[in-house]
Structure formats: C-alpha cells, structure tokens
C-alpha cells in the first residue's frame, strides 16, 4: 500500500532562509499532490497542487516540485517568516480513475526563529 | 463565508457513550469528507460523500462508526458505543468538485475525549 513520508524531526530554520521539507512516498506516483498548513488547533489550510505531469509550481514565496522517478516532493518556502512556524501537511491523491482515496503525511513541523 | 462550521468544538464522554459530531459544509460545495487525526495515525480519511451520497466509507474503523448526510448542509459522523481509543481531531471539510481534486476547506475540528 501506499506509504508517505515526511520529516518526522521539527525543522528550525533562521528568518530569511530558505525553508525545505520534503515528502516521500514509496508506490505509485499519484496523479496530484497537495500541500497544506496546520496551525496548532486549527484545521489544514490548502496551500498547493501540482499534477504529475508538472514539475514545479510556485505561489509567492511557496514553491513545491514534484519528482516521479524520485517519487519525492519538495516543499520550499523562500524568505521565511517567524509566521511561517506551523505543520505542513503533504497530501496524495491517486486520481479520479483510482480506487484509492487521498492520504495525507503525518506532518513537518516547521519553527522560524527571528 | 463562514467557512466550514463543526459542533462541538471539544466534547468529553465516557465510554459506552455515544457521540454526535455535526459539520455544516460551504454552502454551494458538493462534496463532503470526514477525517480523524490523531498523533499516532496522523489525518485518516474516514468517508466521503458526493451530493449526498456516500462514496467511500473504506476508512470507517468499526461498525461503531457511522455517518450520514440528509441534505447539502447538513452531516454527522456517531461513533456508538464510544471507546478511549476513539479520542482524537474529528475534522470535517468539503470542496466543490466530486472527489479531492479540489481544494478541500476544512473546519475548525472537534476535539473528542473519551474517558
């Protein structure tokens, strides 16, 4: 079965760098990925999609790249702010003509220190 | 828009008791997902419905799970007779596309304890 990995270790980066975090998963590459942010308390916030046919996109200072031979995703947020410290949730969605349903990554929690 | 509405936002039962959590969609959003978070398992998807419809209810853990949707505005998932091991985030969220290829907005979560 489908298996997703994100670091499991808290990520602490100084404001103003470049924040990565990374999502692995270990089968079938899914027809779309997804990223989102949890606030502590709160539920997940969409922040991006990229299909599989794409291999990057951006949105403000968010990029995400998609590698399917790396079966890997990479999450950058660029000039990182103390307001960008929350838990990045990676999500797979196999697609319409999939049986399975979307599954989601236990999380990345991310700390900017001023 | 007031986003997707969850009710209660904590609930503390006992076990053997059963549960009632409520989620109003966006309205115009047509399909409708409930999902369990917990630190062990992470966010479970647990069903989903389309138009009203139960599409997939595969992650439902037990059959003291259960969930309906009598109208576009309305849903809620029992969980009868409750257990400990049921405590966690119950989240609720829906989009406007059959599936998850859209946007999925999520609620605020109902946080269950179960004693």
């Known amino acids: 079965s489908q298996k997703i990995e994100q670091n499991s270790e808290a990520l602490n980066i100084q404001e103003g760098k470049t924040a990565t975090l990374t999502c692995n998963y270990t089968n079938y590459s899914p027809a779309y990925l997804q990223w989102y942010r949890q606030d502590p308390g709160r539920g997940p916030v969409f922040l991006l999609l990229i299909r599989e046919n794409e291999k990057e996109k951006r949105k403000e200072r968010l990029k995400v790249t998609f590698d399917t031979t790396l079966k890997q995703s990479l999450f950058h947020i660029t000039a990182s702010q103390p307001a960008d410290s929350a838990t990045y949730l990676c999500a797979l969605d196999p697609g319409y003509s999939s049986a399975s349903k979307i599954i989601f990554g236990s999380g990345t929690r991310l700390s900017i220190r001023p | 828009d007031a986003g997707v509405i969850q009710s209660p936002r904590h609930e503390v039962t006992e076990m053997g008791q059963e549960v009632t959590l409520r989620c109003k969609p966006i309205?115009?959003?047509?399909?409708l997902f409930w999902y369990r978070q917990t630190m062990m398992r992470g966010l479970e998807l647990l069903i989903y419905?389309?138009?009203?419809?139960?599409?997939?209810d595969s992650g439902m853990p037990e059959d003291r799970f259960s969930a309906k949707m009598p109208n576009a505005s309305f849903s809620t998932l029992k969980i009868q007779p409750s257990e400990p091991r049921d405590s966690a985030v119950y989240f609720c969220?829906?989009?406007?596309?059959?599936?998850?290829?859209?946007?999925?907005?999520f609620g605020p979560g109902t946080r269950l304890t179960v004693l």
């Open positions: 309205s115009g959003h047509n399909s």
């Open positions: 419905f389309n138009n009203n419809v139960p599409i997939d």
């Open positions: 969220a829906s989009s406007t596309l059959a599936g998850h290829r859209d946007t999925q907005y």
